[in-house]
């Protein structure tokens, strides 16, 4: 016997498009042997699809596509189908094995976990009982996600007669969340002494990417088969009197590679499904526009990439000569706006208003603030998605410019540590340079003033990084960051920057989030606050 695993990318809300690519993906496994397919959780609708679970109409479209689904399949083929579900006045976050025209039987998912990215409780009512049912012979449980995270329902399933356990998910990435995946399916297969079959969603939804990697482990705890990361793929699974065979394994990604892949692909599903023709961005000659240049073109292609150099007075001619350097390496469409004439232009206009005053972050901010508006102005004239090109380091602190760098729709690396971003810009030159060695090695500047460089005003970066990290992904205090060994005035000024600027976080643009807490939905911290932590 074998079954197939469709390690699908569901489109929110498109739900009738959705039922259509799980019948391409059951008929594409019927036309190789297998008479099972499994998908992941609420591939019907798409995940997460938040407060459009409260309208009745949305529900109705469900149920119409899995309708249509269940007729439209072979007369012996069956699909395991994640969907929400309507029934007894709750909201269910369900699976359904749908066979010979109708539903055979569903399960709804026990654990709604309500913590990090998550609010299922939100949403959903969780469900009691196991749902276990027979296929060639063989009994297989049923599990939603985050019923793999938490003891009980496995066992349920095991009482209640299952043999193997299958898993559907929509299990987002962060750095290292695989590793986490292997530990949890484990304890439940110690818990139960069955094996698990582990199919798991693919794609980019606004903030969250979700890469696949859908495994098999055996009753023993042994990895049998692994699907590629960030891929969509079909999978097949072989079983032997209920036991699964071993299979292909896919070697693991490099920390480098896992977080290109995700921000590539997180990229280029915002893009593509939201109907953008491309993206403009602007090109500044430092190392974060060029990082986010190389990954908007693998991700678009470069003819869907448009870099624009905007220099002023404070511009360095490196910068300028590398920016040039790296558009035509990489063969975008690439444009030099100069904004030194505007710039005079704004001068002019406010020098009565600021008479008496010297030149400060007032006009540092201008200038961000004249690019931002000429880059929102290729936007409304071409359609093209801006993205952004701050960093998370500088997104923590506060580093960028309201109405200026951060005026934009997509923050691509806004979950990027300044310190990952030199890791990547060393892989992209990997094989070839892409990102002229110049770009890498030089110290970063804004190039806002004369003589400007980024440590001028914060600590190095490996030094804010680390508390970054600790205070925003971890919850330290700034006595326990202390303690880590950082010099307390360096935590004081980095935990203090992070607090006062949660109001540049709220008007930013939404970006791909690759670390365990980004700045986003997992992270909610009030603006109006008089608690210093300290």
């Known amino acids: 016997m074998q079954i197939a695993i469709a390690q699908m990318n569901s489109m929110v809300g498109a739900m009738q498009d959705n039922a259509q690519q799980i019948l391409a993906y059951a008929q594409q496994a019927y036309a190789q042997g297998a008479r099972l397919l499994v998908t992941p959780e609420l591939a019907l609708c798409g995940y997460p699809p938040e407060d459009l679970l409260f309208r009745d109409d949305f529900h109705q479209a469900n149920a119409h596509a899995l309708s249509w689904l269940a007729s439209a399949l072979p007369p012996d083929m069956a699909v395991l189908v994640g969907h929400p579900q309507q029934a007894d006045g709750n909201r269910y976050n369900a699976a359904s094995l749908i066979h010979s025209g109708a539903i055979q039987g569903t399960y709804f998912k026990h654990h709604l976990p309500n913590y990090s990215v998550f609010d299922e409780a939100r949403y959903f009512q969780a469900g009691e009982q196991a749902y276990v049912f027979e296929w060639q012979g063989t009994q297989f449980g049923v599990l939603i996600c985050a019923d ?33 995946r292997y530990q949890v399916l484990r304890e439940r297969i110690k818990e139960t002494g069955l094996a698990m079959v582990y199919a798991n969603m693919v794609g980019g939804q606004d903030e ?18 692994e699907l590629p990361a960030f891929e969509s793929q079909l999978g097949f699974v072989y079983f032997k009197h209920h036991i699964p065979q071993a ?16 921000l590539c692909l997180g990229l280029k599903d915002y893009v593509t499904k939201n109907g953008f023709p491309g993206v403009v961005l602007g090109l500044s000659g430092g190392i974060d526009s060029a990082l986010t240049l190389a990954i908007a073109v693998d991700a678009l292609g470069a003819a869907n990439v448009k870099a624009v150099m905007m220099p002023s007075t ?47 972050t007032t006009e540092e901010n201008l200038q961000a603030r004249i690019r931002g508006m000429l880059l929102m102005a290729i936007s409304n004239k071409f ?11 500088e997104t923590a602190v506060g580093y960028s410019t309201l109405y200026g760098d951060m005026a934009g729709g997509f923050a691509l690396i806004k979950d990027v540590p300044k310190t990952m971003v030199y890791r990547l810009a060393r892989y992209c030159n990997r094989e070839h340079i892409v990102i002229p060695e110049r770009i890498i090695t030089r110290a970063p500047s804004a190039e806002l003033r004369a003589d400007q460089t980024d440590q001028d005003s914060l600590p190095p970066y490996d ?8 205070y925003v992904e971890r919850d330290l205090s700034v006595a326990a960051i202390i303690d880590l060994g950082y010099r307390r005035e360096d935590v004081l000024r980095v935990t203090r920057l992070i607090d006062r600027n949660e109001y540049k976080r709220r008007q930013a643009a939404v970006g791909v989030r690759i670390t365990a807490r980004g700045f986003g939905k997992d992270r909610r911290y009030p603006i109006t606050c008089k608690l210093t932590f300290e």
Not at 208 to 225: C, E, R, Y
Request: glycine fraction near 6%.
């Open 383 to 393: 359609g093209s998605l801006v993205l952004t090109t701050g960093n998370k380091s």
């Open 463 to 470: 030094i804010l990084d680390g508390i970054m990290a600790a």
């Open 148 to 180: 793999c995270w938490e003891p009980g329902p496995a066992l349920k399933a095991a009482q209640a007669g299952a043999q193997v356990l299958i898993a559907l998910n929509a299990s987002p990435y962060h750095i290292d969340k695989q590793r986490t």
């Open 208 to 225: 969250l990417v979700f890469d696949g990697s859908s495994m098999v482990i055996d009753a023993q705890g042994t990895l049998l088969q």
């Open 247 to 262: 299979g292909h394994i896919c070697a693991p990604l490099s920390l480098e590679a896992a977080v290109y892949a995700a």
């Open 314 to 360: 404070f511009t360095a001619n490196i910068s300028i000569s590398d920016a040039q350097t790296m558009a035509q390496r990489l063969n975008v469409t690439y444009s030099s706006l100069p904004i030194q004439p505007m710039y005079d232009a704004f001068c002019t206009s406010l020098s009565d208003e600021f008479a008496g005053t010297q030149f400060d």
